[in-house]
Nanobody
Framework: QVQLVESGGDSVQAGGSLRLSCAAS????????MGWFRQAPGKEREGVAA????????YYADSVKGRFTISQDNAKRTLYLQMNSLRPEDTAMYYC????????????????????WGQGTQVTVSS
């Protein structure tokens, strides 16, 4: 069974940067696609970024394009999310997710496409 553990969340001021990590374990093959999602209090979970582990193709929500970068280290089985120019509206619990099955690109940052989730790491951005 796949297990995902996020880390790196913190409290920062607007304009600052953070790098989130997601360590994957417990499986014998690399996930087909991995993504980062976030959920703010009272809001639905939204997709932030996704990466197809084989091709390296990446997809981003419009709200984070140019500020966030998703990357992977397959040898370490670790997923990263570099977040720059953070804004107060980026405040949320950030989750890592993995999908072992095929996901069409239109579903890459859709939460319903993913079956395996981490517990989340909190990011708080103050103005």
């Amino acid at each position: 069974q796949v297990q995902l553990v996020e880390s790196g969340g913190d409290s920062v001021q607007a304009g600052g940067s953070l790098r989130l990590s997601c360590a994957a374990s417990g499986y014998s093959y690399i996930s087909y696609c991995m993504g980062w999602f976030r959920q703010a209090p009272g809001k639905e979970r939204e997709g932030v970024a996704a990466i197809y582990t084989g091709s390296g193709s990446t997809y981003y929500a419009d709200s984070v394009k140019g500020r966030f970068t998703i990357s992977q280290d397959n040898a370490k089985r670790t997923l990263y999310l570099q977040m720059n120019s953070l804004r107060p509206e980026d405040t949320a619990m950030y989750y890592c997710a993995a999908a072992q099955d095929y996901i069409a690109t239109m579903w890459a940052i859709k939460a319903d496409a993913y079956k395996t989730w981490g517990q989340g790491t909190q990011v708080t951005v103050s103005s």
